[in-house]
T-cell receptor
Framework: DTGVSQNPRHKITKRGQNVTFRCDPI?????LYWYRQTLGQGPEFLTY????????KSRLLSDRFSAERPKGSFSTLEIQRTEQGDSAMYLC????????????FGPGTRLTVT | AQSVAQPEDQVKVAEGNPLTVKCTYS??????LFWYVQYPNRGLQFLLK??????LVKGSYGFEAEFNKSQTSFHLKKPSALVSDSALYFC???????????FGKGTRLHILP
């Protein structure tokens, strides 16, 4: 399967713990995006990369959130000191560069903070 | 600022009937417009997009959408609904000067057998 993959698919953690999610994009895509989706809402943009460069971060992305794409391939999203409000589905997408290209989404990582 | 509105939380249609899922948008410039579908426990799947040219865009699974610049709308349509079309549908917009996509809240489509 050459689609976007995300791991883990589900994560349950206690408040205050750190969590890290991984996204492997489609190999020929150099753009990679992170979104957060809560129940009843559409995906909300968090950040995106072109190759290894992080080009934009949303104001939704607090200081507890950090994303990396060290070699321009896979990406990680880390949340430090998790809070219950962080419970959501975290989606990763990839695309070719340029605004006319559609994004291809992974299955998401569902985070539950207890 | 860009925004997308999907005025209906739910749409119910009998199988075999035509369906329409509404979307209106607001951007400062000319838009790129997208429709995605989300099935339970799966990521979003791309259906179709409007970039330029013909206002009627055809996409996957028999879906099409009509771009109307004067009404700033991009409604999703299908001539004959299938029960398997039941899912959550998202409209999305991207300003040509921007790299991020803004999604609507989604419309849940129920196709009744």
């Amino acid at each position: 399967d050459t689609g976007v993959s995300q791991n883990p698919r589900h994560k349950i953690t206690k408040r205050g713990q750190n969590v890290t999610f991984r996204c492997d994009p489609i190999s020929e895509h150099n753009r990679l995006y992170w979104y957060r989706q809560t129940l009843g809402q559409g995906p909300e943009f968090l950040t995106y990369f072109q190759n290894e460069a992080q080009l934009e971060k949303s104001r939704l992305l607090s200081d507890r959130f950090s994303a990396e794409r060290p070699k321009g391939s896979f990406s990680t999203l880390e949340i430090q000191r998790t809070e219950q409000g962080d419970s959501a589905m975290y989606l990763c997408a990839s695309s070719y560069p340029g605004p006319s290209y559609e994004q291809y989404f992974g299955p998401g990582t569902r985070l539950t903070v207890t | 600022a860009q925004s997308v509105a999907q005025p209906e939380d739910q749409v119910k249609v009998a199988e075999g009937n035509p369906l329409t899922v509404k979307c209106t948008y607001s951007v400062s410039g000319n838009p790129y417009l997208f429709w995605y579908v989300q099935y339970p426990n799966r990521g979003l799947q791309f259906l179709l997009k409007y970039i330029t040219g013909d206002n009627l865009v055809k996409g996957s699974y028999g879906f099409e959408a009509e771009f109307n610049k004067s009404q700033t709308s991009f409604h999703l349509k299908k001539p004959s609904a299938l029960v398997s079309d039941s899912a959550l549908y998202f409209c999305a917009v991207r300003d040509r000067g921007d790299d991020k996509i803004i999604f609507g809240k989604g419309t849940r489509l129920h196709i009744l057998p």
